[in-house]
């Protein structure tokens, strides 16, 4: 047993442990992340017992976990790279066709058979079992070209005899791919996507250069074997990136977004507002306010439950904005509050109109989000199928004409949607059947 390995396992091992703990939601590509690493840990633990020449049986078998769990490794990065792979129907039935073969000739090899026939077989079963699943699977061209890309050069390699070459030439192609998935797939700006594309490419240098450095030059096995070990560092440390940019930027979004609606905040909302009125200012133009208050939601949440109000205030966000317009800001401001900041409201520049102001577009505005509101929201099976209904209260005010400050006038849209709801509730209570209508007075 090679002892001088043990430091690099331990240091792999704290490394992928910080991976695995230091995220509470793990994305689809985080996990797939973490498995293909836990592998490389594998690899790791099997090439420290690899290195006993004592029994001859447990070099082998160490050999063959190691690098089938390179191999397997591999798979794991390119899934989590690969959003189009993981989503394709029979994905698994792809991968297992395709790999198995490979999988089969890393072990061979690692068992030391050198049988040429035994090698071709498994070679052509993955090249021919990978281009018919692709044609049963309707797959793009550039599948069959991967695919192609991958065995054919094998079965070169191994038919004049080359089967180290052919064995590592299988996971250099499988760890260039990677390289190439990472690099299109991680943002540009990514700091950590340099350091995971360049740690894929070293490690596809290794493999090409293990069996040139092995046969002509064994005198630099040590310096390969260093670069070795540094290029799983590398990677480690550049997920590690990948995840705390994201982090960050998960924080930063969320510093402006409501996480339940994941519309707007107020402090986003305050912020658009400002601009809207610097611009209309600026421009001549128009700016209206709308505050929305939920009718009905409190008995939503006494007779449900909070997480039946949370499923209607996701579903009535979701309406709400479908029936926004794309220049308008639409927020959640409070429990169960609404704004929006509509721009270029009129069809003329600051014409003059009649005070309280009554403007087509205003109205449409305002009738599309009392429609939005009163869809009816299912509940699901977790809350009996139950079928939930509400109602809104909304006030309008508008730049210039009710305030030039965005203070006053989220003041006087509140004033009003307020009033709305008092006349509402009268209603109610006497019978009355009345239009509701946009209150600007």
């Not at 690099?183 to 069996?211: E, N, Y």
């Not at 990677?235 to 402006?256: C, D, H, K, M, Y």
């Not at 849209?413 to 209508?437: C, F, I, N, S, V």
Request: aromatic content about 8%; hydrophobic content about 50%.
């Amino acid at each position: 047993m090679n002892y001088l390995l043990l430091p690099d396992l331990f240091a792999m091992a704290l490394l992928v442990s910080v991976l695995m703990f230091s995220g509470r939601r793990e994305r689809d590509d985080m996990r797939l992340w973490t498995a293909g690493l836990l592998l490389i840990l594998l690899e790791c633990a099997a090439r420290i017992v690899y290195t006993m020449r004592e029994s001859l049986a447990v070099h082998r078998v160490s050999h063959v976990v190691a690098l089938d769990a390179y191999l397997l490794a591999g798979v794991m990065f390119l899934l989590s790279a690969s959003p189009g792979l993981r989503r394709m129907p029979r994905s698994r039935t792809f991968l297992i066709i395709t790999i198995g073969p490979a999988m089969a000739m890393l072990a061979i090899y690692a068992l030391d058979s050198r049988t040429v026939a035994l090698y071709q077989a498994l070679i052509g079963f993955g090249l021919l079992g990978g281009l018919l699943t692709c044609l049963l699977m309707r797959r793009r061209w550039t599948y069959y070209a991967v695919i192609a890309g991958l065995w054919v050069p094998l079965a070169i390699y191994s038919s004049g005899g080359h089967f180290r070459m052919a064995a590592y030439l299988s996971l250099a192609l499988l760890y260039v791919m990677c390289a190439i998935a990472f690099a299109r797939t991680l943002p540009s700006s990514s700091r950590g996507r340099i350091a995971v594309v360049a740690g894929f490419l070293i490690w596809s240098g290794c493999f090409l250069a293990h069996p040139w450095v092995s046969e002509v030059h064994p005198d630099w096995t040590d310096f390969l074997n260093e670069l070795w070990n540094m290029q799983k560092f590398i990677i480690t440390v550049g997920f590690l990136l990948v995840r705390l940019e994201r982090q960050v930027i998960s924080n930063q979004w969320l510093a402006l977004h409501d996480e339940l609606t994941r519309l707007p905040n107020r402090r986003l909302f305050d912020d658009r507002l400002q601009n809207a009125l610097d611009r209309a200012a600026r421009d001549g133009h128009r700016v209206a306010i709308f505050n929305l208050d939920l009718d009905g939601f409190k008995q939503i949440n006494d007779t449900l439950g909070h997480d039946a109000g949370d499923v209607l205030l996701k579903t009535v966000g979701r309406n709400l904005e479908n029936a926004t317009r794309r220049t308008d800001t639409l927020a959640r401001v409070g429990g169960d509050e609404f704004s929006l900041v509509a721009v270029d409201i009129g069809d003329d520049p600051m014409g003059p109109v009649p005070h309280p102001i009554l403007l087509p577009q205003a109205e449409r505005i305002f009738a599309s989000m009392l429609e939005a509101v009163e869809l009816p929201v299912p509940l699901g099976p977790a809350y009996g199928n139950n079928v939930a209904r509400v109602s809104a209260s909304v006030g309008v005010a508008f730049f210039p004409e009710d305030g030039t400050d965005a203070t006053s006038l989220m003041r006087l849209a509140d004033h009003r949607m307020y009033g709305q709801k008092k006349e509402r509730a009268r209603l109610r209570q006497t019978g009355e059947k009345a239009p509701l209508t946009l209150r600007t007075a």
